[in-house]
Nanobody
Framework: QVQLVESGGGLVQAGGSLRLSCAAS????????MGWYRQAPGKQRELVAH???????NYADSVKGRFTISRGNAKNTVYLQMNSLKPEDTAVYYC????????????WGQGTQVTVSS
């Protein structure tokens, strides 16, 4: 059974930094892509950033230049370095992992709260 465990969330002042980590276990395969989504109260879950197994990255416009996604040396780990945080970055951040077979299989972590105070 695949499990994704996030860590690194917390409370930070505007302009500060946080680093989120996600470690996946239980998969016999390396994920085709891993990423981070976030959901603020009353809003839909949105993509923050994702990275493919080949190292290609994609970011939401709102975080470009401030956030950096990377994959760890350990199999199936992903990080999100968040700098210059803004109050509007406040949300629950979810780790996502994707396996491609004949169909797409998505896995999700339980989420970690990030709160940015003004």
């Amino acid at each position: 059974q695949v499990q994704l465990v996030e860590s690194g969330g917390g409370l930070v002042q505007a302009g500060g930094s946080l680093r989120l980590s996600c470690a996946a276990s239980g998969s016999a395969f390396s994920f085709n892509a891993m990423g981070w989504y976030r959901q603020a109260p009353g809003k839909q879950r949105e993509l923050v950033a994702h990275i493919t197994s080949g190292g290609g990255t994609n970011y939401a416009d709102s975080v470009k230049g401030r956030f950096t996604i990377s994959r760890g040396n350990a199999k199936n780990t992903v990080y999100l370095q968040m700098n210059s945080l803004k109050p509007e970055d406040t949300a629950v951040y979810y780790c996502n992992a994707v396996l491609l077979f004949t169909h797409v299989v998505n896995y999700w972590g339980q989420g970690t709260q990030v709160t940015v105070s003004s």
